[in-house]
């Protein structure tokens, strides 16, 4: 079992960026596809991004195409969320997965997430 830890949330203006990032301490990780999740107030959680093991590919949600970028350091066992041209909208709950399935991007272990707040 992997348990992902979440960093990097905070409060920032529209337009702004900020960068996630998710440790996961087990020497497996390399072969881990990781993801990342949001939930806002109200609204169930919702897929935002994913990149497989090898970094090979990556994945997005419709609605960060452009503006985020997943990546990973494998040697660090670090995923990261780079998030530009933040818009109020992307305020919520951001949560880290380690294991989520390619496709369906479901399963996986869960971190316990990091508040993101864009101010308009």
């Known amino acids: 079992q992997v348990q992902p830890v979440e960093s990097g949330g905070g409060l920032v203006q529209a337009g702004g960026s900020l960068r996630l990032s998710c440790a996961a301490s087990?020497?497996?990780?390399?072969?881990?596809?990781m993801g990342w999740f949001r939930q806002a107030p109200g609204k169930e959680r919702e897929f935002v991004a994913a990149?497989?093991?090898?970094?090979?590919?990556?994945y997005y949600a419709d609605s960060v195409k452009g503006r985020f970028t997943i990546s990973r350091d494998n040697a660090k066992n670090t995923v990261y969320l780079q998030m530009n041209k933040l818009k109020p909208e992307d305020t919520a709950v951001y949560f880290c997965n380690a294991g989520l399935s390619i496709g369906d991007f479901r399963g996986g272990y869960w971190g316990q997430g990091t508040q993101v707040t864009v101010s308009s």
């Open positions: 087990r020497r497996t990780f390399s072969r881990y596809n």
């Open positions: 990149i497989t093991w090898s970094s090979s590919n990556t």
